[in-house]
């Protein structure tokens, strides 16, 4: 053979070797990403690593989808047409006490809930036999109104909703409250539609809220993909740290509320640094899950070892050392 025959043959195949192992190492790893509508003040991350392109920064491609509830995402994680979301702890400790292998990666924010009551009721003991709009069953909101009753030996009718309908139903008549994240109370409260009569602070102080969520089988089979979750995540808390007016206009841009009523709402939420989850909230929510039948009654014979597979932070405190 002729060395420029040689020559060429060589070259070709130098541009096929070096062209695919580009094509392997540039490849996007696919996710899906669920997070709740309406949802910004709670879970700021997803709005923020959508909006800065954090995600695909670690070479990931992410279909988004976006829920009503917590509940209807993990409906969708369970069935593995979700990989990760935020949403609230309560639905997570819901959907693994089902059997699912939902694990929670880190935290997102605390508190940060209110109910909204119309002027006819004056305290909490007029709620008993009231309707209250919630989120539906496995939301942390709903949940929270089974503790109110509990504690003040009352009875409370549960009006399970989307979260939009809520202050037009309370407007309507067709229900004596409301409890829903932020900013949704405090909208209505802007629309003079009610007022507020308990935040999720009285109901329950410094409780985990919204959490990031995983399917557990990631932690093993795909490690590295979890840990570049973890590095979007943190960038989009870094964001928020550093960049509150930004952030508050993309919590405008994305909700379409006045600066005002975000403003509002974001007094009611706190989003500590870093998201680590309160274990002890975690451990009481789990509690009142299994009294109030939402987790079966044997299905937690050690509540320690629940949270302890429940929560798996190991990924955020290696990525904050």
């Given at each position: 053979m002729k060395k420029p025959q040689m020559l060429w043959i060589a070259i070709i195949g130098l541009v096929f070797i070096f062209g695919f192992q580009t094509l392997v190492i540039g490849a996007e790893k696919e996710i899906r990403f669920g997070y709740l509508v309406a949802d910004q003040l709670h879970n700021p991350a997803p709005m923020i690593m959508k909006e800065k392109k954090f995600l695909?920064?670690?070479?990931?491609?992410?279909?988004?989808g976006e829920f009503l509830a917590g509940s209807y995402l993990m409906q969708h994680l369970a069935s593995g047409e979700v990989d990760f979301g935020t949403c609230g702890?309560?639905?997570?400790?819901?959907?693994?006490?089902?059997?699912?292998?939902?694990?929670?990666?880190?935290?997102?924010n605390q508190e940060g809930s209110?109910?909204?009551?119309?002027?006819?009721?004056?305290?909490?003991?007029?709620?008993?036999?009231?309707?209250?709009g919630t989120p539906g069953i496995g939301s942390i909101q709903d949940a929270m109104v089974d503790m109110v009753a509990q504690k003040h030996n009352i009875s409370i009718n549960h009006k399970h909703m989307k979260v939009s309908d809520m202050a037009i139903f309370l407007k309507k008549g067709e229900i004596d409250g409301f409890i829903a994240w932020e900013a949704i109370p405090s909208n209505a409260v802007d629309m003079g539609y009610g007022r507020v009569l308990l935040t999720s602070h009285d109901i329950l102080p410094e409780h985990q809220c919204c959490v990031l969520v995983a399917k557990g089988g990631?932690?093993?089979?795909?490690?590295?993909?979890?840990?570049?979750?973890?590095?979007a995540y943190m960038k989009a808390f870094d964001y928020l740290k550093n960049n509150r007016d930004e952030s508050v206009a993309l919590m405008v841009k994305a909700t379409g509320l006045s600066k005002n009523v975000v403003e509002m709402g974001l007094t009611r939420v706190t989003h500590p640094y870093p998201p680590l989850v309160n274990v002890p909230s975690l451990k009481l929510m789990a509690?009142?899950?299994?009294?109030?039948?939402?987790?079966?009654?044997?299905?937690?014979s050690d509540m320690?070892?629940?949270?302890?597979?429940?929560?798996?932070?190991?990924?955020?405190k290696a990525y904050l050392k």
């Open positions: 695909e920064a670690e070479g990931l491609k992410v279909n988004w702890a309560v639905p997570v400790m819901i959907t693994r006490g089902a059997g699912v292998d939902a694990v929670i990666l880190a935290g997102s209110a109910m909204v009551v119309a002027n006819h009721i004056k305290e909490i003991k007029d709620l008993n036999g009231k309707s209250i990631l932690l093993k089979d795909d490690p590295e993909t979890v840990k570049k979750i973890i590095r509690d009142g899950l299994v009294k109030s039948g939402k987790i079966k009654e044997g299905v937690i320690d070892k629940f949270v302890a597979d429940l929560y798996r932070p190991e990924f955020l």
